[in-house]
């Protein structure tokens, strides 16, 4: 999925708390050649690497207010060079994008425990 991605993608990682939205980001940025250690931001609500595209990867779990996205700069983020993964983005309320690509991540209990169902889901223009 990373390979093929653009420039200018979105990528909206939905799933519980402690499901692997963060295992797929490092997965994600092992496809575009980053070598770096991904970490969640769950502090710093974002961590840019780079690859052989740049990789922005959100955590918006702390978020109160779509607002404090403005603070940081999101936009420039979002809409720029790079590949934006979003971890919680229901928290993005109004300002989530129209085009998007929808990665949900489940645990099913009636397999085994490492077993992850992952759906892939594009809203785009």
Do not use: Q
């Amino acid at each position: 999925m990373a390979k093929k991605s653009h420039s200018g993608d979105i990528i909206l990682l939905y799933g519980d708390l402690g499901v692997g939205k963060t295992v797929f980001a490092k997965g994600f940025a092992e496809g575009l050649g980053i070598t770096e250690p991904v970490t969640s931001p769950t502090f710093t609500i974002v961590h840019e690497y780079e690859g052989s595209k740049k990789m922005y990867h959100f955590d918006l779990y702390r978020i109160g207010d779509p607002d404090e996205l403005y603070d940081i700069g999101y936009e420039e983020y979002f809409y720029s060079d790079g590949v934006s993964l979003v971890e919680w983005p229901e928290r993005l309320e109004y300002l989530m994008p129209e085009n998007a690509i929808s990665v949900t991540v489940e645990k099913d209990l009636n397999e085994d425990p490492n077993f992850r169902r992952i759906k892939v889901d594009y809203y785009g223009g």
